[in-house]
């Protein structure tokens, strides 16, 4: 059945759901006035009648509305959970439906486990993202205390260099007063 067929098949169910009552009232209203008219009934027991009559399309009308804005008033409050991250709510009466009705709240349902999985991978997603953070973390810390020490081992080359510099320097002047020193024997 196509989407067109479906969509017939609805809206003459949603006519008929509302128009039947209508109908019934208007048909007993008729016959009970034809009664009156032709005084087979007394007015008071047509009026008791046509009440009656009205009273029950009332409150026929009134259950199945009712009814059906339960429903809805379920799913848009399945909606506001999704929406706060309550992810756990399905409706499942109305997914029974064979119609757009049920097809819709699949819909929803399939949307709501869905969401429940792409927020359940994100969350591990987080968790392994902070766990190779703190490695990370812990790892720069481990490098740069290796740099301050290289820097130091660095520093004390340089210094032990630079004195090194100073004893060879006092050492080629030593020898170069020995060297004048022989020159002048």
């Known amino acids: 059945m ?36 032709k005084g087979r009934m007394p007015v008071f027991a047509g009026t008791l009648c046509l009440t009656f009559v009205l009273v029950v399309v009332f409150m026929v009308s009134f259950f199945m509305i009712r009814q059906l804005l339960r429903r809805l008033h379920n799913l848009v409050e399945n909606l506001g959970q999704i929406a ?9 009466r109305l ?14 349902n399939d949307m709501v486990t869905s969401f429940a999985e792409i927020i359940t991978s994100v ?16 790892s720069f810390q481990e490098i740069d205390l290796s740099v301050q020490q290289v820097g130091k081992e660095v520093n004390s080359v340089g210094i032990h260099a630079i004195s090194q510099l100073a004893r060879t320097r006092e050492m080629e002047m030593q020898i170069m007063d020995f060297m004048d020193e022989q020159k002048e024997i």
């Open 2 to 37: 196509n989407k067109k067929q479906k969509n017939r098949r609805m809206l003459l169910a949603a006519l008929l759901v509302l128009a039947v009552p209508l109908v019934l009232a208007g048909i007993i209203s008729s016959v009970v006035l034809k009664l009156v008219e």
């Open 84 to 92: 706060d991250e309550i992810l756990s709510q399905k409706e499942t």
């Open 95 to 108: 997914a029974e439906r064979d119609d757009e009705i049920g097809e819709t709240i699949r819909s929803v």
């Open 123 to 138: 969350g591990d997603v987080t968790q392994s993202l902070i766990s190779v953070s703190d490695d990370n973390s812990d």
